[in-house]
Structures are given as C-alpha cells and as structure tokens.
C-alpha cells in the first residue's frame, strides 16, 4: 500500500471512529476532550458532530488553521502530563463524556510511551459508559476495548469505554 493510500485509510478510520464514538456517547452526560489540536482538523470535526457539547482542547502549542482555534478558556495549554492533571482539578474526575486522543509523533516508541503514561489520568477523566478513541493503545483496568466500525483494520485506530 502506498504511503497515500495508508494516510487516506487513516482518516477513514479516524472519521469512523470518531463518528462511532459520538453516537455511543450520545446519552452520557459530559464534555468532549481533544487532545491533539494539531492544526485544528479534528477539533473542527468534533464541533460538527458533537454539536452543543463544551469541547476542552490540549496541546502545548495553538498553530492550529486560524478558523480551528477553540476559545483560551476551553484550551489547555501545556505539556499533555501537567494539563490532564490541571483537567482533573479544574473539571474533576467522571467530567468527559468523549475523549480524542491524537497524539501521534513521527516517533512511533515515543508516542506508545507517552499515551501509556497519559492512561491513569485519561481513564479518571471519563464517566461511566464515556468512550475513548485513540490513535494509540491506551490501557487502563477500567477500561474495556469496544468494537471498531466496520472497515477499520484492528490496529490503525482504537476504542474503549469506561466501565
Ligand atoms: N488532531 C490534530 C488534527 O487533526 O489536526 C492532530 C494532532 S497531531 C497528530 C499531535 C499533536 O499533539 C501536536 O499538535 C503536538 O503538539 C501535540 N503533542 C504531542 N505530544 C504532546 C505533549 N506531550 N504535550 C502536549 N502536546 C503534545
């Protein structure tokens, strides 16, 4: 497979995904967590397809396309260890009900580490039945891996929701 036709399988699944994710979390009460905002892409998304939720964004740097800018109090600026902790204080613990993980680097060991680091804090920030989407394996006891939609090879994007 080319490496086009792989980055285009990518989106595919994360758009699945994430649509999949917005549907089962329809009826939990929560926000919605972004973390990645990256030049905006996805955040741009969830604003379409979890329309009236309050969408909290994290990365340690806004160069997001001037249109995907989400407003500085929804915005948690920093490295992802500190600001997820920072979440837990300001939302508390059971706050999201939708949680997007996009953390991917170039650096394929690096980003694996970094989001099983992010794991414990990722979990507590979930309600019950709130479903996680992931571009990387994240593990926590409390967390159950979901189904992906159809077409979406096992591997390339992951789900899992709170217990
Ligand atoms: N979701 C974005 C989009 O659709 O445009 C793409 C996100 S990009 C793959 C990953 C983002 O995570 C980058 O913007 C990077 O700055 C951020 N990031 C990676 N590691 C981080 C860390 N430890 N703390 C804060 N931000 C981090």
Known sequence: MSRLDSFIRRLEAQRSCLADAARRS????GVVLELGLGNG??????????????IY????????????IP???RMFLGDFTQTLKDARAKLGDNAAAMIHVDLGSGDAAASLALAARLAPDIAALMAPRAVLVSDQPVEAPDLAALPLPEGVRPGRYFMAEKR
Not at 41 to 54: K, M, N, Q, S
């Open 71 to 73: 407003a500085p109090d």
């Open 26 to 29: 329809r009826e939990t009460r």
């Open 41 to 54: 892409r996805t955040f741009d998304h969830l604003r379409e397809i979890c329309a009236g939720r309050d």
């Open 57 to 68: 964004v994290f990365d340690r740097q806004v160069a997001a396309h001037p249109d995907c």
